[in-house]
Structure formats: structure tokens, C-alpha cells
């Protein structure tokens, strides 16, 4: 199944069907709005106008306005509204605008969605899925570039899932769509269309030159809490999600580092045993993220590998993160961990 | 560098200084209360715009309050539901439940047996008589005080019992704050303990039931303090915005702890007049009146069902014991608000006008009293066989693991053995572990 919308037409190249990651999630909605007459959008500006990033682009127009449509600005009425509906029996897809408009509900997904099957001894579950973009790298000062992964992961109940490829995007979206879990399903917004590598100077490839934006028609799934193996190598582990990912590659690539970089795809629930297997082999790892840096949830992935790996360790487990500042505007490529604090903390543990 | 405000500003000139008001309640321990300035309306003097109106033809209703039942103990006006006797007898048959059940267990938690216990006493109408002029399958997004409503819908006791307990019987495996009951056979939604919360998930049930083209509605209770939570603003909006099946109670007991009404805004309005400023239908109603409860509750209801939007009701009524087993109401307001409550008490309204109609009298009233009192012993008793709080007979220990999430992850498998093992150094030979 193909979403045709004028704005996001898949792009074709050779017998491969390509598509960027905006097109890759609106044909797993699209999807999943055909297969379950129970899944229904609802955010700001998501119906008629298809989303300010256009991932909802033509969904009202082919599955009616009482299953896709704009609600007001009001993200603890938002997801509020989707724990009630999914009591009914509904499996509301909601989207906040930006992850940092989501803290407004965030008592009805700490309090609410992810105690309910508990507290309610699965009289009632919240399989909700709250789509967010999220991550910064766009120009969009301190209220659009946020990345609050952690402060979803420290919750028990939730799920926390966040794609780096358009292959990714659409099977993880339709996983986290069948989950009778509440997931928070955060897009590396600066990824939507091209593989950012953090070379912020130089154009950015379009997702039809990558390899992972081939993305097969029809329903597929990529279970949740599995890793990626993005590149093989000895030299040591990094653990990366999101936007992190390409930039973490780049930077290997261009220093000539034999990295193991891990996607982790899912930062709850975690694939504990592809992180141990990989830190086993290499005795070095690498923490990447963009979001702030004390209690990030490069903490959590610190202390895991210490436990867990300290004997296979030849080095210190390092972190490479965003700084505890709020994410400046002008300043957004001195904030970015990009190229340079990567490089420094690669030569930093290979030398150790 | 920036400088920022130094201190009290000197006031410029002939400027006028500002002073902040904070509320402070009429009564306080020790004073002598007279209720003399709450405006109490005639019963029956009150219109009754037909259920298909436009929400702004409510208007004047949210500041008047809709009676039935006069001094004379005789059902008056438009809004006389014209219930039987029959039903009336039920009806109070669920009030004296209720008291004797509140008794009870409030007595239980004194004696040890749980932690925690609300009563709702005063309040019985706002959830029994309401209850009743709903369906049966309408859903219900209760706060913490609606005890009435599962008693009203036949929610076994001993069920309830159990989970004040959080014994090996409860069906919420001990997992919740006693009475934080939940029941989907009897469509009563997990209650959360966090305020208002329930407020836009009932809206958002209400919204499915509509997107599904359903013929039930839901129905919500709040206190008057929580409508200051930022959810209740959101189901407002959202119940307005998309014409929502939705019922949203607003219980004003005047009390919010020790916080009264004052705190949620009354000193400037009333919690019914909230209805206007979004056009959703208001209703303000005697909530000790229970004929006038169940009028309003089941306007709002049949309005629901015909795809004409939701009501805000605004239940006007005291809470006549403390908050809670936690609360010592004599440190904050004054004992005689309650003898001077000019509503008078919702049990004895009912037993009076029963009387008045000739289908009631003091010794059926003292047998029912004592039946229910009895059957509550009885099923208390029974419940205990299962175990008091505190006391051994709880959920296995691994339920505490179970159901975080559907399936049980790694770290939480891992946590798991963690818990096991303690529990075998902790309680050697004891405690079952599944």
C-alpha cells in the first residue's frame, strides 16, 4: 500500500521503493487506520492540513473526519481524552506537536496511561501511541529542539521508542500501534527528510540515496526492545538512537574508526543482551545522545554497562550528549554533539 | 548587569498601592455559624427548559438551584421526577446502604484493619440519586467519593471490602489506596487519586462512544476544588468543542480539605456558572435534594443521548464528616456549619418525604437502618476470612511485578528475583511468592 499525498509522493528509484521517514509513518497511520477500524488520530492541526510536518497528510480525506481530526490547543486534553477513549476500546494515535509541548499531559501519561493496567488490575489498559517530534538541529530554539526521552523512560508503564530510518520508522510505528502498552513514539524531526550527519556546513543526502529508506509495501513489524546492528566492527561499542545514529557513522566513517554502533531503537524496553554481547567483544563504549546531559538517559546506559560489562572493559565508559543549557538559537551548532565532541571522545577511549 | 525588583516598590506619587486578596472562610473553630446568606429558592420555583435547548437558555439555571422537594417534604415544580415509590424506596434503600457501609469501614480503619477511609456522608443523593437516572451501562468517571454509585449499580460489598482491605480477595491486588475501587462489569472506571484526571478521560469516552456510533454515555464527578486542575479546563473545552455525550458533576461540598470553596473561586461565582464561558449546559441543584439530583442528572442524560452535548452540574452540598480517616475537620472549620447546613441532610429528606407520601414511616425506616447495618457486619465478617491489611493474607509477592506492563521485561524479571530473594531472608518459610 502506497500513501500518494501532493506534498509527499514516494520516490521511485529503480525496482526499490523509496520513501523518507515522513512518508514511511504516514503509511504505517494509513495502514493502520485500514487494517483496525479502532485506531484514530487526533492533534493539533493533524486533520485537514495533515500535520505541520505533513505525517497525517490525506488520512482525513481517506478515513473520514470522526477518525482523523484537529483538537484544541490542549496537549493534557490530548492524551487526557486518548486514556478515556482507550478505556472505550479505541487505540488513539495521538500527536503533540513537538515533544516540547508534551510536558502539559504529562500527568495523564505518568499518572494516568502508564499506571492504568496496574492500578486497575487490567480492568482497563491505555494502548495509547503518542507520536512526538522531536531533536533539535532545525533552527528552532529552546521550545522545538528539545529530546525529553529520559524523563519518559524513568516512568514504569511507559514505552519509549524512537526510529533513525524510514525502514525503522514505519515497521516500529505499526509495532508500537498493536502495543496494548502507552508508547511515546518520539521522530527525529531533524531526520524526517535526509540522513543529517551532523556535518551542519555541508548539504544533507536525501533519504532516497540511503540505503534504509528501501521500505516495503503492506504490513511489517520491528519488534520492540530489539537493536540495531548498524555498523560491525572491534574497535568499540556505541550506543546511539535517533538523529545520533547517522552522526555517530559519519564521524567513524571519516575518521576511519571500526565502531560497533548499535541503534537501539527502543530506549524501554531495552535490548540489554545485543548492548552486553557487543561491549563483551569490544571492551569500549560509547554513549551518544542530544538530549542534556546529567541524567540523560546516557546515565542509565553508563551504569548498565558498568554493572554489567565492568571486567570487559579496557576504558571508561564515556557519554557524548547535548549541554545541561537550554538549546540556543543562535548557537545551535556549538550546542549540538556533533563531529568534534564525538571525535575527541573516540580518540579519548581508543587511547585509553 | 539586569536589576531586578528591589523590595517593596515606593509607589509613584498618588498612585493607588495594591493589596492582595486572599479567602478566608466565614466560620472558623468555635465561631457560631448562620448560613443566612446562602440564598436557599423556593422548591419548585425553579423552570425547566426543555432537554433539545440551546445551552445558553441554562443560563439563569446556574445561578439559582434547582429544588423538588419543599419544607413540607412534598415534591413541587417542573423538575419533579415523578418517581414511584418504588423507586424512591430503592433510592433510599442505597442511602442507608451507603451510611452503614461509610460507618463501618470508617470504624475498621480505627480498629487497625486498613489505612485509609472517605466517607460521603451528606452527600449520598449526588451520587446514588444520579447514579440512578443513568443506564446502567453508561459509563461512569468517578473521583473519590462516589462510593454511591457502585452500591446504587449492585457492586457486591464484599468486593468493596476487599479492596479497603487490600487483601488476597482484592480484585485490584492490593494494589490501590483503599476505595480507589474499579469495576468494568459494572461500568465504573478505576478511580486514580490524582484530581480531575477523570475529567477529560471522560470526555474522551464519551467522544469514542460517539465516533463509534454507540447509544452510551459517560458520566464524571469532580470537587469543587479540583475544577481548578488544568484537566477540567481541558474537558470542558474538548466536551464542548465536539459536542461530547458527557455528564461533568461538580460536587461542591464547600470543602476541599481544609481549603473551602473559596479557593476554587466561589467568593465570585458559581462552579455551574463555569458551564457558560464554554456553552456546554449548566445546571446548579440542591445536592441534598435527591429528587432534584436525579431530575438534573437525568436532563443531562436524555440531552446526552439525543446528540444535544454535554451538561456541567453543580451539586451544592456539605460535606458533613472530615476529608478522610486522615482529616480533623474541628482544626479548620467550624462544628456547627454542619447542624446549620441550610440544605438539611439528603437520608432524612428522603425517609420524610417517603412518610409525607404515606409509603414510609419511622419503624420501617429503623428496620431498614438495622437490616443494612447487619448485612454489612455480615459480609465484613466474611471479607476478613480473606485478611485485614497488614496481616499476611495478600497477594502473592509477584503480582507486584505483573502488570507494568503486558509482558514482563527484562529489568523487571530481574527485579523480580530481586524481591524473591529478600522475601526468603525477610519472611523465611512464609509468603507466597505466586
Redesign the interface.
Known sequence: MSTKTKDNAPAEVGSERRLNMIEAINEALDIKMSEDPDV?IMGEDVGYFGGVFRATAGLQEKHGK??VFD??I?E??II???????????R?VPEIQFADYIY?GL??LI??AAR??????????APLTVRSPFGGGIFGGQTHSQSPEAIFAHV??L?TVIPATPYDAKGLLISCIE???PVIFFEPKRIYNGPFTGYYDKPVEPWKKHRDSVVPEGHYKIPL?KARVVTEGDALTILAYGTMVHVAEAVCAAKGVEAEILDLRTI???D?EAIEASVEKTGRCLIVHEATRTSGFGAELSALVTERCFYHLEAPVERVTGFDTPYPHSLEWAYFPGPVRIGEALDKILEA | MAEGPKGPAKGGGNKPTLSLHVPEPTYRPGDPVDFAHINVPEAGAQARPDEACEAIETSDLCYDLIRVLGDDNKAHGPWDPKLDADTLRTMLRHFAMVRAFDERMFRGQRQGKTSFYMKCTGEEATSISAAMALASDDMVFPSYRQQGVLIARGYPLIEMINQIYSNKGDKLKGRQLPIMYSSREHSFFSISGNLATQTPQAVGWAMASAIKGDSRIAATWVGEGSTAEGDFHSACTFATVYNAPVILNVINNQWAISSFSGFAGAERTTFAARALGYGLAGLRVDGNDPLAVYAAEKWAADRARANGGPTLIEHFTYRAEGHSTSDDPTGYRSAQEREEWPLGDPVMRLVKHLTELGEWDDERQEALDKECMEEVKAVTKEAEKNGILGHGLHHPFRTMFQDVYEELPWHLEEQAAQAKRERQIKWPGEEPWS
Request: charged share 20%.
Open positions: 484514530i470522526t477518525r483538537t484544541p490542549s493534557c486534553g487526557g481524552v486518548a486514556v478515556g477513549m482507550g478505556a472505550y476500546g479505541l488513539p502539559p500527568d495523564q499518572s494516568e492504568l493496567r496496574y492500578r486497575s488490575a487490567t480492568e482497563y489498559i514504569a508503564g514505552k502495543d496494548n502498552d526492545g524501554v524496553p531495552l540489554i
